[in-house]
């Protein structure tokens, strides 16, 4: 044989190797295996939850924790009482926007042990002139904070991360307002609503190693093994979203952000980060996942689209290594989605889907909306509003748990921004 051909199934062996262990995924609701979702009203211990007192209690800290060891990790080595590293916040620049109906602020997270630094650049914008102060929309983006906007003085992250490994580029001020259809500032302002984002690869980049060059480089020596059940990227994003708002709280004078009235928001991947980071910080007042499919809002038992052997070959680093023991056998983890969305009851969650991202199941998505409706009404609110079939395209549902279905594709549009501001205006207003 050739070394011509040699290399040809070398460079194609990885290929193939995955697509031999992983299952094409399927798109045929004839398909869907049968399932038996876990209760989230029904103790591990075969016990019922029939009061509030007892979820909050007993059960929600039941699957709070069943979730840190199975599917996101605990970020113990990460939350209070941490030695490996402090934090402080520096606020560096204000100014008028559009026009003068907003201000846009820009400041640091600093995560410090002796003279090593890791910083996070966070960029804020609230309305100007509000009465008091306001609520806001949290969120991290996927490419820098210059791709929110287009304006020249936004800093430009000094690294932009691969996402398959762990090698970066500097940022270029060509991609200054890349994304900004994603971040339709002007409108949340007109709607009276701040927003604070910061990319997401500067708290942790997004590719298998990435923790070496992340916040947690503090905890882990080069190649040092974590536990099973620790936190890995979502979990580190998610902790991360909890900073930004101690930050929020810090400087709530200067920004006039009221820090109990924010919304944590993400799309595709954080997404599944947002629904984490509300269920393990109550301070998020609303939680909106959008298009986060498998690990986020969608049912993992379906078994539709994205799946969880699929996610965890192609994202390792994503979730807690015990979550792979999961791969192929599905219904014996002791949790669904439909329990993360109910602990952030009784907080309101939107969850949203496009008809056409077939791979996060938007089905699977409504779904988990659904199923966490009793615990919501256990709590005293209408959940899901009383809707009991999947709605069709383009209708906005439910109750203080919402759900739509966006025509079009896996992104996150204005569409979508305006139903979330809808919410927000009935709740956290």
Same mark, same amino acid.
């Given at each position: ?6 290399a040809?199934i070398?460079?194609?062996?990885p ?7 992983v299952? @094409? @995924?399927?798109?045929d609701?004839?398909?869907v @295996?049968e399932?038996v979702l @876990?209760?989230?009203l029904?103790?591990?211990d ?24 199975n ?9 209070t009482?941490n030695?490996?590293?402090?934090t ?9 926007v559009?026009g003068?109906?907003g201000?846009?602020?820009q400041f640091?997270i ?5 003279e090593?630094?890791h910083?996070?650049?966070?960029l ?17 983006n996927? =490419?820098g ?6 304006d ?10 691969d ?7 500097s ?6 307002g890349? =994304? ?18 910061a990319y997401y690869?500067?708290?942790e ?15 882990y ?8 059940n620790e936190?890995?990227t979502?979990?580190t994003w998610a902790w991360?979203l ?9 400087? =709530? ?11 944590v ?5 954080l ?10 910080d ?11 499919g ?8 379906r ?11 192609s ?12 791969n ?8 669904? =989605?439909?329990?993360?969305?109910a602990?952030?009851?009784?907080r309101?969650v ?10 996060a199941?938007p089905?699977?998505?409504?779904l988990?909306?659904f199923h966490?409706?009793?615990v919501?009404r256990?709590?005293g ?7 009991t079939?999947w709605p069709?395209?383009?209708q906005s549902?439910g109750g203080?748990?919402r759900?739509?279905?966006?025509p079009?594709?896996?992104d996150i549009?204005?569409?979508d921004w305006k139903?979330?501001c809808d ?5 956290v207003?």
């Amino acid at each position: 044989m050739s070394n011509y051909f040699v290399a040809i199934i070398l460079f194609a062996l990885p290929t193939l190797l995955f697509a031999a262990a992983v299952a @094409p @995924p399927n798109y045929d609701e004839a398909k869907v @295996p049968e399932y038996v979702l @876990p209760d989230p009203l029904t103790m591990q211990d075969g016990r019922k939850v029939t009061t509030p007192e007892q979820w909050f209690n007993e059960r929600r800290p039941e699957l709070l924790k069943l979730f840190e060891e199975n599917v996101y990790g605990k970020a113990t080595l990460l939350r209070t009482g941490n030695t490996a590293f402090k934090t402080r916040f520096e606020y560096l620049t204000s100014k008028e926007v559009y026009g003068g109906k907003g201000i846009q602020h820009q400041f640091q997270i600093v995560w410090y042990h002796g003279e090593e630094t890791h910083t996070v650049d966070v960029l804020a914008y609230t309305p100007k002139g509000a009465s008091g102060k306001v609520p806001a929309f949290f969120g991290l983006n996927f =490419q820098g904070n210059h791709t929110v906007d287009a304006d020249p003085d936004i800093r430009i992250p000094a690294r932009i991360w691969d996402r398959h490994k762990p090698v970066h580029t500097s940022g270029k001020e060509e991609n200054r307002g890349a =994304q900004a259809e994603r971040w339709p500032v002007e409108l949340l302002l007109d709607r009276g609503y701040g927003l604070v984002t910061a990319y997401y690869c500067e708290i942790e980049p997004d590719c298998n190693g990435g923790f070496r060059y992340g916040v947690r480089k503090f905890l882990y020596k080069d190649g040092e093994k974590q536990a099973p059940n620790e936190a890995n990227t979502i979990a580190t994003w998610a902790w991360g979203l909890g900073e930004m708002l101690d930050a929020i709280e810090h400087f =709530q004078d200067k920004l006039g952000i009221d820090p109990k009235k924010v919304a944590v928001t993400g799309h595709s991947r954080l997404g599944k980060t947002a629904l984490w980071a509300g269920a393990i910080d109550p301070r998020f007042a609303m939680v909106v996942s959008n298009n986060s499919g498998c690990g986020g809002a969608a049912l993992s038992r379906r078994e539709f689209g994205e799946t969880v052997h699929r996610i965890n070959t192609s994202f390792p680093h994503w979730f807690c290594d015990n979550f792979k023991k999961y791969n192929l056998d599905v219904n014996s983890l002791l949790v669904d =989605q439909h329990e993360l969305i109910a602990l952030s009851a009784p907080r309101p969650v939107y969850v949203a889907s496009a008809t056409e991202d077939r791979w996060a199941d938007p089905k699977g998505e409504f779904l988990s909306a659904f199923h966490a409706d009793p615990v919501y009404r256990l709590l005293g609110t209408d959940g899901i509003g009383g809707v009991t079939e999947w709605p069709e395209p383009d209708q906005s549902v439910g109750g203080i748990i919402r759900y739509h279905n966006r025509p079009g594709k896996h992104d996150i549009l204005e569409y979508d921004w305006k139903h979330y501001c809808d919410l927000a205006d009935k709740y956290v207003k």
